[in-house]
């Protein structure tokens, strides 16, 4: 039997989201908010926080999965510190509806045919230096082809990364949107750094959405798949399945 899942939708308040993130030292220059909203989404739910989320844009919010019930996450979120709750508009306002959680289908038919989208991190780690490459960079690399084509490389990443979970098999994929972003993350904690801090660090790569159709093959092996998300960097805005009728 698979557990629940809940999908939560949030609308930021892009002002005060930016204090927060600047205040808290979570913004670089590129302007990624991934770390930011980690670190808010934390505040807030704390292990209830979901497991993958997208960032939609300023008007569509956020969405996100969290196997936590309704009735906890509400609770969580009228707990949240001020700064936190104002940040990821967790109260209704005149504009904006606040927190809204709805349970998500967990029971999938085998064969189903569903349309998804999904914004990727599509890299690789390189097993000698455990260093993060841009899978189609690597790609051109290998290859004695003149040209390899971005969207080809990504396609066939995607769809290696959900056949090795289970669950789905990829039909068709296309690339709608690529932009090179660098990222922030933090390193491993410093024994020289006053208590041990994360000292922030920039790390350049691919962000790609991807777009196209899956059939599900094992309903729990998908339930699982749609909680734990895709490629690496979930926990900062990338691998959320969004799904579709197809």
């Known amino acids: 039997m698979s557990e629940d899942l809940n999908l939560m939708h949030l ?8 204090m927060w993130a600047a205040r808290n030292r979570l913004l670089n220059r590129s302007g990624d908010l991934g770390y930011a909203f980690h670190g808010l989404l934390r505040a807030a739910f704390g292990a209830g926080a979901p ?23 509400m609770q969580a979120a009228a707990l949240a510190p001020p700064d936190v709750a104002g940040a990821l508009g967790l109260g209704a306002t005149q504009s904006r509806g606040g927190l809204s959680v709805r349970p998500f289908p967990t029971a999938w038919s085998a064969g189903r045919v569903l349309g998804f989208e999904c ?33 080809q490389v990504y ?6 990364h959900v ?24 390193t491993q904690k410093v024994p020289s750094a006053p208590g041990g801090e994360r000292r922030p660090r920039t ?7 991807l777009t196209g159709h899956l059939r599900v093959t094992e309903p729990e092996g998908f339930a699982a798949l749609l909680r734990r998300g895709i490629g ?3 926990a ?4 959320m399945l969004l799904l579709k009728p197809a």
Not at 11 to 18: F, I, W
Not at 155 to 160: M, Q, V
């Open 163 to 186: 056949a090795r979970q289970t669950g789905a098999e990829i039909l068709n994929v296309q690339m709608t949107a690529f932009k090179l972003l660098d990222v922030m993350r933090r």
């Open 155 to 160: 396609s066939s990443w995607l769809t290696a």
């Open 232 to 234: 690496r960097h979930r």
């Open 203 to 209: 790390v350049g790569g691919p962000d790609a959405v």
């Open 51 to 73: 497991g993958v989320y997208r960032y939609l844009d300023a008007d569509q919010g956020l969405l996100g999965y969290t196997g936590m019930p309704r009735e906890e996450l």
């Open 11 to 18: 609308q930021p308040d892009p002002r005060r989201l930016a």
């Open 119 to 151: 914004r990727v991190r599509p890299v690789i780690r390189e097993a000698a230096s455990r260093h993060e490459r841009d899978a189609f960079l690597a790609a051109v690399e290998k290859s004695d082809r003149a040209e390899l084509d971005r969207e």
């Open 236 to 239: 900062f805005g990338f691998g």
